[in-house]
C-alpha cells in the first residue's frame, strides 16, 4: 500500500534551517507529484510548494519563495523539503502528500513537528 | 491566487444530526474542489474530490455538492466518530499553479 514517511521532530533556533525528508513506498515514485503543507498549532493548513519527482521540477508558494528548496532522490523514493532563516511562526507540524489526477491529496505522511524557539 | 472562504468556522451538532458546511471560492472553480476531515493529532483525510466523488471506503452519509464558486459538504446522519475539523482544498490541473485551502471547520459535540 501507498506509504509516505517523514522523518522525526526536529527543534530550531531562530534564523537557523531545518531539512525534511518524506519517503515514498507502495508505487512508482516519479508517477506522482508530492506537496508539502504545514499546520501551525490550532491553526489550518498552508501549502508550502509542489515537487515533480520526474524530473525534479518544484514550484514555491510566494509567500516561502525566498526560502524554501524542495528536493527529489530517486534512488531511495524520498522528497525533501528545506526551510531556511526560520523564525517563530514557523513552528508547525509539516506534511508531505502525494498527489493525484488534478493535484488531489490521496495519500499524506504522518506529519513533522518543527519547533522554532531560542 | 483563489481564496476558499468555509462557514461556519465553529459549529456544535448532535449525534444524529445533519449538517451542512459550506465552501466560497473567490473566483469560478467548475468543479474542481476537496473535502478532507482532520482528526486531532492526525494528517488530513480525503473525503471528497471533484466536488462530489466519494472517495473509496468513505462512508455514504458523506456528501459533497456545488460548482463554481459555491460548495457544499454534508453529513446526513452525525456519528461520534464524525466530530473532527473539515477542509476544502481548491484542485487543479495545473501542477505549476498554488494550492490552496479553506481556513477549516471544527465540528465539536453539541
Not at chain 1, 509542489?50 to 510566494?62: E, F, K, L, S
Not at chain 2, 465552501?23 to 466536488?51: E, F, H, M, T, V
Amino acid at each position: 500500500q501507498v506509504q509516505l514517511v517523514q522523518s522525526g521532530a526536529e527543534v530550531k533556533k531562530p534564523g537557523a534551517s531545518v531539512r525534511l525528508s518524506c519517503q515514498a513506498s507502495g508505487y512508482t515514485f516519479i508517477n506522482h507529484y508530492i506537496h508539502w503543507v504545514r499546520q501551525a498549532p490550532g491553526q489550518g493548513l498552508e501549502w508550502l510548494g509542489i515537487i515533480n519527482p520526474n524530473g525534479g521540477d518544484t514550484t514555491y508558494a510566494q509567500k516561502f519563495q525566498d526560502r524554501v528548496i524542495m528536493t527529489r532522490d530517486t534512488s531511495t523514493s524520498t522528497v525533501h523539503m528545506e526551510l531556511t532563516s526560520l523564525r517563530s511562526d514557523d513552528t508547525a507540524v509539516y506534511y508531505c502528500a502525494r498527489a493525484g489526477q488534478w493535484q488531489v491529496l490521496y495519500h499524506w505522511g504522518q506529519g513533522a513537528l518543527v519547533t522554532v524557539s531560542s | 491566487d483563489i481564496h476558499l472562504t468555509q462557514s461556519p468556522s465553529f459549529l456544535s451538532a448532535s449525534v444524529g444530526d445533519r449538517v451542512t458546511i459550506t465552501c466560497r471560492s473567490s473566483q469560478g472553480i467548475s468543479n474542481y474542489l476537496a473535502w478532507y476531515q482532520q482528526k486531532p493529532g492526525k494528517a488530513p483525510n480525503l473525503l471528497i474530490y471533484a466536488a462530489s466523488v466519494l472517495e473509496s471506503g468513505v462512508p455514504s452519509r458523506f456528501s459533497g455538492s456545488g460548482s463554481g464558486t459555491d460548495f457544499t459538504l454534508t453529513i446526513s446522519s452525525l456519528q461520534p466518530e464524525d466530530f473532527a475539523t473539515y477542509f476544502c482544498q481548491q484542485l487543479t490541473a495545473y501542477p505549476s499553479r498554488p494550492v490552496t485551502f479553506g481556513q477549516g471547520t471544527r465540528l465539536d459535540i453539541k
